[in-house]
């Protein structure tokens, strides 16, 4: 059930901390990257997971897309999907034919993909890590650390377009010893969405179980 919380898991803790010194190269760029995907109506993007861990040998890779407007959002990923419509959130597992029905609270969830394009504006310090090349194109790279240190994350690195301010790539650092890294292969902004997009339609799902945990 709860697979798709590595996801994007670039919101571990949300907890208010007391402002820290940052380094205001690194805040320019990000403020430019919000602005971008916060001014979207919706927006699509097609992704690859990359689970590594290189003292247990480990290199899993996962793919999947996510359409994402405001709070609201719809991933598949790994005969998964999860569907938030800002009030309630369904998990429906493929292979079991069920899906889990539970309220959607913001600020309890350890991922929430709504805020993955400002979650440096609480709890992380940031900075200007340099440039590098990627995709054929010149990308500025920001590291940001939580101040929480019981946070299981110790550092996320971004990499945002230099010419675009789009999000191209990120590596998630655990203190266990896994790196995620997420690579955006396809990116549609403005992506059409309705009323049917963010919630769950059991009609489509021919004999799907139903639990309800609200």
Known sequence: MKKYLALLALSVSFTS??????????EKILDQM?????????????????????????KENLSGDITVSGQKFRLKMSGQEVINNGQTMWTYMKSENEVNVSDYEADEQE???????????????????????????????????????????????LK???TDKAVKSWQMYKK??????????KFLPNAPVDATTFNFDKT??????VIDLR
């Open 17 to 26: 901390v007391a402002s820290a010194q940052q380094d205001p190269k690194a």
């Open 34 to 58: 919000s602005a971008k995907y916060k001014a979207m109506k919706a927006f699509k993007a097609t992704f690859t997971q990359t689970l590594e861990n290189d003292a247990a040998k480990v």
């Open 111 to 157: 991922v929430s993909p709504s805020q993955i394009y400002t979650l440096y504006k609480k709890g992380y310090k940031y900075n200007y890590a340099g440039e590098a090349k990627e995709g054929g194109e010149m990308v500025d790279i920001i590291d940001l650390s939580p101040e929480d240190r019981n946070n299981p994350v110790y550092k996320v690195r």
């Open 160 to 162: 945002v377009g230099r």
């Open 176 to 185: 266990n010893g896994n790196r995620y890294t997420y690579r955006i292969s």
């Open 204 to 209: 489509k799902y021919k004999g799907v179980k």
